[in-house]
């Protein structure tokens, strides 16, 4: 069973588009995340939810939206497509924060 | 700030000990954590050790704390080329909230 999943895997889009990328798990955790890992490797939060409700919102261009529909889904879209916003987008979910689990990670390439 | 710097890179040769070092910037944090990345996969979590303790082990895994210098190091000993991967440390950063601020990672590399 996956815990934590994520689609698509890959995703390959032309600037100026908008795209949503899915996460899902099935832990029964309250908390969501959304990192983002450049191609340096460098990992940053971007948004978590708790039951729902946005509890961190780092700073992140308004292009970028995320929608907890219920507590075990977490989906982020993405406005107007930037070269910039090309990056792997990991979900996570956690019932205390020092337990996080992963998905594996949508790349996102932005042509 | 929220810097969690660490070394780039490492290379050992399989069967050595593997040291990896991160130094942290808030000294409020509760839990520090090392996570794994293999590649093409997500992070996954090691170990964490809470900020009264200075050490903790868990089989070939050794974390050491020095809170004085905030430096976090993981030791993993015999090290496997399975062990082949990025290691990112992480602390928690203010207070209650459930933010985690990562290290640049360091990718370690097992010679056979």
């Known amino acids: 069973d996956t815990a934590v999943s994520q689609t698509p895997k890959y995703l390959v889009t032309q600037m100026g588009n908008d795209k949503s990328i899915k996460c899902e798990q099935n832990?029964?955790?309250?908390?969501m995340y959304w990192y983002k890992q450049d191609s340096k490797k460098f990992l940053k939060i971007m948004f978590s939810?708790?039951?729902?409700?946005?509890?961190i919102n780092e700073t992140v261009p308004n292009r970028f939206s995320p929608k907890s529909p219920d507590k075990a889904h977490l989906n982020l879209h993405i406005n107007s497509l930037e070269l910039g916003d090309s990056a792997v987008y990991f979900c996570?979910?956690?019932?205390?924060?020092?337990?996080?689990?992963f998905g594996p990670g949508t790349r996102l390439t932005v042509t | 700030g929220e810097d969690v710097e660490q070394s780039l890179f490492l290379s050992v040769r399989e069967g050595d000990s593997s040291v990896i070092n991160c130094t942290y910037t808030?000294?409020?944090?509760?839990?520090l954590y090392w996570y794994k990345q293999e590649p093409g996969a997500g992070l996954q979590l090691l170990t964490y050790?809470?900020?009264?303790?200075d050490m903790k082990q868990d089989q070939r895994l050794t974390v050491l704390l020095n809170k004085k210098d905030k430096h976090l190091s993981l030791r993993i000993a015999d090290t496997q080329t399975g062990d082949s991967a990025i290691y990112f440390c992480?602390?928690?950063?203010?207070?209650?909230?459930?933010?985690?601020?990562f290290g640049t990672g360091t990718l370690l590399a097992v010679q056979p």
């Open positions: 996570a979910s956690s019932q205390v924060v020092h337990e996080q689990y």
């Open positions: 832990l029964g955790h309250d908390t």
């Open positions: 939810y708790n039951n729902k409700e946005l509890i």
């Open positions: 808030d000294s409020s944090s509760t839990y």
């Open positions: 050790i809470f900020s009264n303790m």
């Open positions: 992480a602390e928690t950063y203010g207070g209650a909230t459930n933010k985690l601020i």
